[in-house]
C-alpha cells in the first residue's frame, strides 16, 4: 500500500483516478479543499510546496486537474492562454519540480494531459498545445529525476461520466468508462514505467 | 516570388533559412534590429504588432528564434522556464495570432522548434517541452487559421554550423548542413502543406 496524493479527486477524472486506486492509503486535495483533505492551487508555487510539507511522507502524486480556456484560436486572448499555460502546463511541471524535494524514494507523479493533442476539435487549441507541451515534458523528464521517481501522463479521450458537458463539442469522439481511465492511473502509480505517454482511447 | 519575413536572419538557424528561401523578396527582423531592417522582440504582442504593421503587405513569416534556458531541471527556476515559455512557445503563438490579422491570403507561418523534443540530452528540458508544445500547435491550429493561410514548425537537429557551439553538450548527434534545413524552410514556405511538423535529422 503506497500513499498516494490525488488532486482533484472530487472531479469526473478525479473520481476516475480514485476507482483504480481504492487499494492505496489516499490523500485528497482540491482547489477548494472542500470535502477534501488538503487544498491546493497548483497554479501557486508556494501552494504546492505548503502541500507537500503538510502532507509529509508520500509515494505518488495524481494530479486530474488544470484550468484550461476553450475558444477559437483567432479569439483567444493572451490572458486565456496565460490561465491555460499558467495552470494545466506550468502547474503540472511545478508539480514534479517541487515534489521531487518531497517525495519518497521510487515514488511516482502521474500528469493529466488529453485526447485532443492528437484528435484536435474546434476551441480546444490551448488545451491541446499544453497537453503536447506536458507529454513531451514527461517523456524527456524522466531520465532527470533521481532516487528512482518515475513521472508519466495519462492521455485520455472523454469518460462517459463526463459526456453530459463534453459530448455535443465532441462529435465522433467514442467515451470510454471512467473506470478505464483509473486503470491507467493504476499502471502508472503501481507499475516500474517511466517517461511514458498513457493514452486511453477507445 | 513572395515578400518573406524572416526573424533572427543574422542567426545561425537564420543564415540556413535564409539560404533556402534567396529566390523571395526578404525583408529581416531581429531582437536588436542591428543588420536587420526590422525590430521585434517576439515577447511582446505589442512589438509584435509594430512589426506587422510596418511591413504593410507580406506572405510569409520564417521565426528562427526564440529565447531559451538550459539547466538541469532540478535546477532549473520558475524564472527561467517563464523566459522560456514566454519567448519561444508563446512568442511563437503570438506571432500566429497576430500575424493572421496582417498576413496576405494564402500567407504562411514556419516556426521553429528542435530534436531535442524526441531526442532528450541533459540541460535541454524547457526547450524540449516547449518544442513539443509549438509541434502540437501547429498540428492543431492549421485547422483553424483562414483565407488559406498556412503553418509549419521545421524541427532540426543541430547544424553544421552551430555544431561548434552545441556539439560538446550533444554528443552521439550526427549535424547535417545548415542548407538543408534551409531546404526544409523553402518546403514549408513554397509548399501547399500545412499542420506539419518537418523534422530535419541525418
Not at 485526447?115 to 499544453?130: E, G, Q, V, W, Y
Request: hydrophobic letters at 40%; glycine letters at 12%.
Amino acid at each position: 500500500m503506497k500513499k498516494v496524493i490525488i488532486i482533484g479527486a472530487s472531479g469526473k477524472i478525479g473520481q476516475a483516478a480514485l476507482s483504480g486506486l481504492g487499494h492505496h492509503d489516499i490523500v485528497t486535495a482540491s482547489g477548494s479543499g472542500k470535502g477534501a483533505d488538503y487544498q491546493v492551487d497548483i497554479g501557486s508555487e508556494e501552494s504546492i510546496r505548503e502541500l507537500f510539507k503538510q502532507v509529509g511522507s508520500f509515494d505518488a502524486v495524481v494530479n486530474t486537474v488544470g484550468i484550461c480556456e476553450y475558444a477559437d484560436f483567432s479569439d483567444m486572448t493572451e490572458q486565456q492562454w496565460m490561465t491555460t499555460v499558467l495552470s494545466k502546463m506550468m502547474g503540472q511541471i511545478n508539480l514534479v519540480r517541487i515534489g521531487q524535494e518531497y517525495i519518497n524514494d521510487g515514488g511516482s507523479f502521474s500528469l493529466i494531459t488529453g485526447i485532443l493533442s492528437s484528435k484536435p476539435i474546434p476551441m480546444a487549441i490551448a488545451d491541446a498545445t499544453t497537453s503536447g507541451a506536458i507529454d513531451t515534458f514527461v517523456k524527456c523528464v524522466a531520465y532527470e529525476l533521481p532516487r528512482r521517481i518515475r513521472v508519466n501522463s495519462i492521455n485520455p479521450t472523454v469518460i462517459e461520466e463526463a459526456w453530459g458537458v463534453y459530448g455535443e463539442m465532441m462529435s465522433g469522439f467514442q467515451p470510454v468508462p471512467g473506470s478505464l481511465v483509473g486503470k491507467a492511473f493504476a499502471r502508472s502509480v503501481d507499475g516500474f514505467i517511466t517517461g511514458e505517454v498513457i493514452t486511453v482511447d477507445a
